[in-house]
């Protein structure tokens, strides 16, 4: 075995020449994939793919792929992001279209820009969540969120591998409306149905779908009939108006609640 010299790595890799930034989706059933699961598919994605993805020195090599705030596993979403770094310089679309292609319907490569500072992390602190209601009254649902916005803090408490862990709910959220979806008698699925749209900051731990629910029901006793489906909508940097920028480049499209 050769020897390492002083100040080389052990087992060096081609070096990290372009670093690509991609927004993803995880929809359907495959909002029920844990993290874990859901970068072993985006490695194995990277492996069938052929994208020349860089990786670490030494004697176990990973690809060089940073992920950053994984939604919970249960919820859906449409603004998931990971940052890849390659070995050769690829323009992004040819990038998003090689995973897309060998990636699982649900997990779906929408966008993908060349990185550029700041950190991936630094565009990012809040997120813009929708959580559809069935079997709840859009009338009862605007009270137990008028009541929520109105205390200064609201803590709930989160059961973790840990121990429970008190979660301040009203300090995450930002702003939230109320909007309804009414499916004709008759048809399937048809009765009451409030959909909430909300802004949350990312705190640590960061506040979830399911710490606002309880937030509404020791603020209000609202409880759900049925498992509510959750689905983050957008994620970005809070300006003072709401809005939050898209985190993979200035100038894109921006969303408010």
């Known amino acids: 075995m050769a020897r390492v010299r002083p100040g080389e790595a052990a087992n060096p890799a081609p070096p990290t020449v372009q670093r690509i930034r991609v927004r993803f989706a995880k929809r ?35 690809p060089r792929i940073s992920w950053n705030g994984a939604a919970p596993t249960g919820t859906a979403s449409e603004a998931e992001y990971f940052e890849i770094g390659l070995t050769r310089e690829m323009e992004p ?12 319907d649900g997990l779906d490569i929408l966008d993908a820009v060349i990185a550029a500072p700041p950190a991936l992390a630094e565009r990012i602190d809040a997120s813009l969540w929708e ?12 009270a137990a969120i008028a009541a929520l916005l109105a205390e200064d803090t609201l803590v709930v408490d989160r059961l973790m591998p840990s121990g429970t862990r008190q979660i301040d709910v009203r300090a995450a959220v930002v702003s939230a409306r109320v909007s309804a979806r009414v499916t004709p008698h008759g048809a399937a699925g048809a009765g009451d149905c409030a959909i909430l749209t909300a802004v ?28 509510a489906k959750a689905t983050r909508m957008a994620q970005g940097l809070l300006d003072d108006s709401g809005r939050l920028a898209d985190p993979l480049g200035p100038g894109r499209v921006t969303t408010r609640a």
């Open 93 to 104: 679309e040819l990038v998003r279209s090689a995973l897309d292609a060998v990636l699982p």
């Open 131 to 142: 959580i559809v209601l069935d079997g709840v009254e859009p009338a009862a649902l605007e």
């Open 28 to 62: 359907g059933r495959l909002r029920f994939l844990s993290h874990r699961d859901v970068a072993r598919s985006v490695e194995r994605a990277v492996r069938r793919s052929g994208v020349p993805v860089s990786h670490s020195h030494g004697f176990s090599p990973h």
């Open 200 to 227: 949350v900051r990312q705190t640590t731990p960061a506040v979830r779908p399911d710490d606002v629910l309880g937030a509404l029901d020791v603020v209000a006793g609202l409880k759900p009939p049925v498992p």
